[in-house]
């Protein structure tokens, strides 16, 4: 049975990058700290992880507060 033009158009949504709408700056906050923790561990990236990694991408503000929070959580584990 050949896909309706619907199904189509929803499948392109999701192959055409839907994640970048999945993250919102605010979820990206909220798992921020939980995103560098999974990296510094070197853990492998669960599937919210990727998303935030994606948002990143697209969020030089998301980026920022990474980049902050790394620091920070390096120097914290540097004091240990
Ligand atoms: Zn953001």
Redesign the pocket.
């Known amino acids: 049975m050949p896909l309706s033009k619907d199904q189509i158009s929803t499948l392109l949504a999701l192959v055409a990058g839907s994640t970048e709408d999945d993250m919102s700056?605010d979820g990206?906050f909220e798992h921020v700290a939980q995103f560098v923790e999974t990296e510094l561990a070197g853990a492998e990236l669960c599937e919210t992880m990727l998303l935030i990694q994606n948002?990143m991408k697209n969020?030089p503000?998301?980026k920022d507060e990474y980049n902050a929070l790394k620091l920070a959580m390096v120097a914290l584990e540097g004091q240990e």
């Open positions: 700056c990206c948002h969020c503000c998301c």
